[in-house]
């Protein structure tokens, strides 16, 4: 593949690009009709769905190719053949609950496959000179779960606080976090880090609160909420997320980490209670969906707030989100609502099969929220 004579559309090789933030960025960056071409580099595994990519089938820009980043070999021959301008790096095993439960992968993905991509990466940076030296840039997607939990008065996580992962999902992209940054600073290789707070929208797996709510208010299911329902997360379209890192990718300083928040800290029950509303509206049934909310036992580590301070990429890139909570939430069950058959077809007899076994034992003693208003 030949590089474009303007850099800045020159190919990406995008990771994870499958996924829900990564085929969100990929369909983005594509409707652009002057954009270059991308590699999507997806392993295919339960939450990678080569679907959301379907809008690109004619596209001759795009090339979707099945593979780990834990395969050197498959890497190297992608740099060298597609010589990208920059790796975008999603990539990632990326689920609390089903890191409790089987933290293995989270280490082998998240901390092993960062490892593998940055050495090939960095065999790749070597080989470059001139203005694709100059240009190359690798962008690692991150969390703001690496810097652990706030009590209700903290101030918001800024790019300096440090780190306190409490999960092994967690764990694992904070320690990918710390590599990246030791190859920009031991390597000299150009790398940027953004640390985002909780996404939503169009493509995101149902195991995750919002479109698992969705999907069980509309199936008649409990719909669980964990402990008392008061945990707290700054809620971030996944479009405003999207524009955000190709912002930084575009006008980030190398070596630098940016947060990327919503700007909307919602708690738990607050959030499930509106989708319910947002269902009585747009799909009614014979009762409110409300009825069905459940509360569960709360999961061991269970962060009690997360809030991100954005001044630095809204000060630095001029980035600020164009969706407030009420409006990204309708356009996102809006979606769900018109793309049922997705749903069905990623909701496989192995998906339920980890929802029985992730919240069945929690439901034993299980209160209605008439119930634990009463207690």
């Known amino acids: 593949m030949v590089r474009t004579q ?11 690009g499958a996924g829900f933030i ?19 580099l997806d392993a295919l ?38 010589r990208p301008r920059a790796v975008v790096h999603f990539a990632a095993e990326s689920h609390v609950d089903r890191s409790i439960l089987g933290p293995g992968a989270f280490l082998k993905t998240n901390i092993d496959g960062t490892f593998h991509l940055l050495e090939c990466a960095r065999e790749f940076y070597g080989t470059l000179q001139g203005e694709e030296r100059e240009q190359f840039r690798f962008l690692h997607v991150s969390t703001d779960e690496v810097y652990g939990t706030l009590e209700p008065g903290d101030p918001a996580f800024h790019e300096n606080t440090p780190f306190a992962p409490n999960s092994p ?13 030791a190859w920009h600073h031991t390597y000299r290789l ?26 069980n208010a509309l199936a008649g299911k409990p719909l669980p909420v964990y402990g008392d329902g008061q945990q707290v997360r700054d809620w971030l ?35 499930v209670e509106t989708i ?34 954005a001044r630095k990429i809204q000060r630095e890139l001029q980035w600020f989100p164009t969706q407030d909570f009420a409006s990204g939430l309708r356009q996102t069950v809006q979606w769900y609502l018109d793309h049922q ?23 034993s003693g299980a209160k209605t929220p008439a119930e634990t208003v009463a207690r």
Not at 6 to 16: E, K
Not at 22 to 40: C, E, K, M, Y
Not at 250 to 262: H, I, L, M, P, S
Request: net charge negative; glycine share 8%; with cysteine.
């Open 6 to 16: 303007d850099g800045r559309n020159g190919p990406l090789l995008v990771t994870g």
């Open 22 to 40: 990564g085929s969100n960025f990929v369909l983005r960056h594509l409707r652009d009709q002057s954009a270059g071409p991308v590699v999507t």
């Open 45 to 82: 595994t339960y939450a990678g769905n080569p679907h959301n990519l379907d809008a690109l089938a004619a596209d001759p820009r795009h090339t979707l190719v099945q593979g780990d980043i834990l395969d050197r070999d498959l890497l190297r021959q992608l740099l060298r053949d597609h």
């Open 169 to 181: 999902y967690a764990a694992s992209k904070a320690s990918s976090d710390h590599l990246v940054r």
């Open 190 to 215: 150009p790398t940027l880090i953004t640390n985002c707070s909780n996404n939503y929208g169009p493509f995101q797996f149902p195991e995750k609160l919002i479109p698992l709510v969705i999907g």
């Open 237 to 271: 379209y996944v479009e405003d997320h999207c524009s955000a890192i190709e912002t930084v990718l575009a006008r980030g300083t190398v070596g630098e980490t940016y947060n990327v928040g919503g700007n909307n800290q919602q708690a738990n029950l607050h959030v």
């Open 276 to 309: 319910c509303a947002l269902l009585d509206e747009l799909a009614p049934a014979n009762r409110s969906y409300a009825e069905q909310i459940t509360f569960v036992t709360d999961r061991p580590g269970h962060d009690r707030r997360y809030a991100i301070d």
């Open 341 to 363: 058959s997705w749903v069905e077809n990623v909701t496989s007899g192995a998906y339920r099969d980890w929802i029985d076994t992730n919240y069945g034992d929690r439901t």
